[in-house]
């Protein structure tokens, strides 16, 4: 008989990236790979995470360029903007505190995973 324990513990299992252990770098970071392709858009979110964040668009206003307000983007940019945020999250939130701490001033996805994986190298956390 299943319990209301396992039952949240089942509803739960896919809304957190996997947690990495200090042992088993390499296959957490399959694993986190995995994940993100499980998400909505995860091809997008993996791909910023492997290439770097969105160039966001410029507009010429009043003989002025800036780039775009969230607000301004098309539906495809605006899609592109979220998949960029949510890799970033997806890393962090499957930090442990000790290596959230060094690495949570990192914003962009593939700056932090970069990050993450040379924290990790030469140390027992490869192996």
Known sequence: MT????KAILSGADNRPPMLEKDMYDSWKSITEL???????????????????LIWPMIKENGVTRPKKYSELTATESIQADCDIKATNIILQGLPPEVYALVSNHKVAKELWERIQLLMQGTLLTK
């Open 3 to 6: 319990t209301l324990a396992d």
């Open 35 to 53: 994940y993100m392709m499980n998400r909505q858009h995860g091809r997008m979110i993996l791909e910023f995470v492997e290439k770097g964040p």
